[in-house]
């Protein structure tokens, strides 16, 4: 386990003594899955589930089609959500050079803003070697369809290649890759196709003003279809369904610059640059909607002294948004954000934070969300760790939840310029523990969510639905994990146990999707050669379709 994390804080400090439950995914353990995706991956990471495109950290969100995620997405500490629908494409997220992912659980809102309601997830690529490395991954697989639900004699399979090469040139290192992704799915209508570009370039490890910068480039066609043909069906379409595709590209940039590096101060500037456009090729409409995303954020980090340390800075972005059923939006978005860190006592460290957030979009009102944070941290010994802590988060609306206009699936969905960001206070306490081959991590955690968004029938317009802030829910459970080195280099064993109690407090019954109890456990033997994986959830009490 790394000893060291950079998301909670926006800066690096041990993982024991941050007052936020920190869980960490290493590079090595992606790759050791097989997987082709990171999102095939975080299942196993303490107190995350993933419900098709979305990312539930403690039961957050249950399925919302990828639309407005409560989960924000970082790519070296850059968003990476969709500036139209909030939404997660790990399709063109890094594998190969992947470090690690830091995931932050609750409200952290007073660093992150919107999107931040449900925690943090961080990808943080590795650095560039001085030496030149090149990696080529090619895999191969094969479905088998489950007799009773086949619907094709043909032989399902998915293929990808990727090839990468990293070298420095001069003072500055640069890494290349390009790969070809395609997979007929396991189910009808779910066939899809990738191709992906990337860049990286970073200044040398000893630069005296360090620098960093991204690009990349994804080209998709993705099959699509909203539910299946029937509860007796659950692996085929609907034939008004059957061959609708949808084509996407995205272009994502960012970069990170320290004009001012000090023993006490350092100011970052980290700019990005988004850009993704999607059209559906269906039957029933021919819907398109294209966005540009351009923010940046400036911070200082000052410390007096070594029991003290103060970071403070500035957020801000600009949303275009053009659609042919969504209109012309702009939405702008702005933020001040603080923090305090304190050493209290040797053993106690206190963390103080805030943020201002201002929003607002074109044809819809201004709203500001104020977002403070608590957090207390006590290390009596090297071996155990404890923490508590109390946030308040905040999600804006994205520009399709508040203004989409179209007929899709069946339905028809009306705008509500009216529309408002949800809000949720969570809180949590937790210890950490380790000695010699054995370590472990526990929290008992609440989360109070108000105005959550949701579709729901629109006033006074039979048959069509809107956007609306219709749910107020509690989430509450428990959240833990283990990890026993059993003998050095041969085995390892790890286990997490999610538990989730968890209310809609409008109509007195359980949140949808959500399930109670969430088990995953791995056995590793010589490193990771060899390993095993288990994947347990309990039956959701609430599902809406099906």
Avoid: C
């Avoid at 000893?3 to 993982?15: H, K, L, P």
């Avoid at 991954?137 to 090469?165: C, I, K, W």
């Avoid at 009808?188 to 960093?212: C, M, Q, T, V, Y």
């Avoid at 379409?237 to 990170?256: C, H, M, P, Q, Y």
Wanted: net charge neutral; no cysteine.
């Amino acid at each position: 386990l790394p000893g060291i994390v950079v998301t909670a804080s926006r800066g690096a400090e041990q993982q024991r003594e941050s007052p936020a439950s920190i869980a960490v995914l290493g590079g090595r353990e992606v790759t050791r899955r097989n997987v082709t995706t990171l999102d095939q991956a975080l299942p196993f990471v303490q107190g995350l589930t993933v419900n098709n495109d979305d990312i539930a950290i403690r039961g957050s969100t249950g399925i919302a089609n990828g639309v407005g995620s409560r989960v924000l997405l970082l790519l070296d500490g850059h968003p990476v959500l969709t500036g139209d629908g909030g939404e997660m494409d790990f399709e063109s997220l890094p594998l190969l050079d992947l470090d690690r992912v830091e995931v932050v659980k609750g409200a952290y809102s007073a660093l992150y803003g919107s999107n931040a309601l449900g925690g943090v997830v961080n990808l943080i690529t590795s650095p560039i070697g001085a030496e030149p490395q090149t990696v080529v991954r090619a895999h191969l697989g094969m479905y088998q369809v489950p007799s009773r639900y086949r619907f094709t004699n043909d032989e399902l399979a998915e293929a990808g290649v990727g090839v990468q090469h990293s070298r420095r040139i001069g003072g500055v290192g640069v890494r290349l890759f390009a790969g070809r992704e395609h997979n007929d799915g396991y189910t009808d209508n779910n066939a899809s196709g990738r191709w992906l570009f990337r860049i990286k370039a970073a200044s040398a490890p000893e630069a005296s003003h360090p620098w960093d910068g991204y690009a990349i480039y994804a080209h998709e066609v993705d099959g699509s279809f909203f539910t299946w043909l029937d509860a007796a069906h659950p692996f085929q379409v609907d034939t008004g369904s059957r061959g609708d595709t949808e084509i996407a590209n995205k272009f994502l940039t960012g970069g990170s610059w320290s004009p001012v590096v000090r023993a006490r101060t350092v100011v970052k500037l980290s700019p990005y640059f988004n850009y993704n456009t999607l059209r559906n090729d269906f039957r029933a409409n021919n819907d398109f909607h294209n966005a540009v995303r351009l923010g940046s954020t400036a911070s200082v980090v000052f410390t007096p002294g070594p029991r003290a340390a103060l970071t403070f800075g500035v957020d801000g972005a600009y949303t275009h948004v053009h659609s042919n059923f969504l209109g012309n939006r702009d939405l702008d978005d702005g933020a001040l954000f603080t923090q305090v860190e304190a050493r209290l006592a040797e053993p106690l460290k206190l963390v103080a934070g805030a943020r201002l957030d201002l929003h607002h979009a074109t044809g819809g009102e201004r709203e500001t969300s104020f977002s403070p944070k608590l957090g207390l941290v006590a290390t009596p010994s090297e071996h155990v760790s404890l923490r508590a802590s109390l946030g308040r988060g905040y999600r804006a609306p994205s520009a399709i939840e508040q203004f989409v206009n179209t007929f899709q699936f069946g339905f028809q969905v009306v705008p509500n310029p009216n529309l408002k960001g949800e809000r949720a206070w969570a809180g949590e306490a937790g210890i950490t523990a380790s000695r010699g081959p054995f370590w472990m991590d526990a929290s008992l955690f609440e989360s109070q969510y108000r105005g959550l968004i949701s579709p729901a029938p629109a006033p006074g317009q039979p048959l069509a639905f809107e956007f609306q802030n219709v749910d107020r829910a509690r989430v509450r459970g428990f959240d833990g994990g283990v990890r026993i080195r059993v003998a050095k280099n041969i085995l390892d064993l790890s286990g997490n146990y999610l538990f989730l109690d968890t209310r809609d407090l409008k109509r007195g019954e359980p949140l949808p999707y959500r399930s109670r109890h969430t088990v995953t456990g791995t056995a590793e033997w010589l490193r990771g050669l060899i390993g095993v994986d288990l994947q347990y959830r309990s039956r959701p009490d609430i599902v809406l379709v099906y």
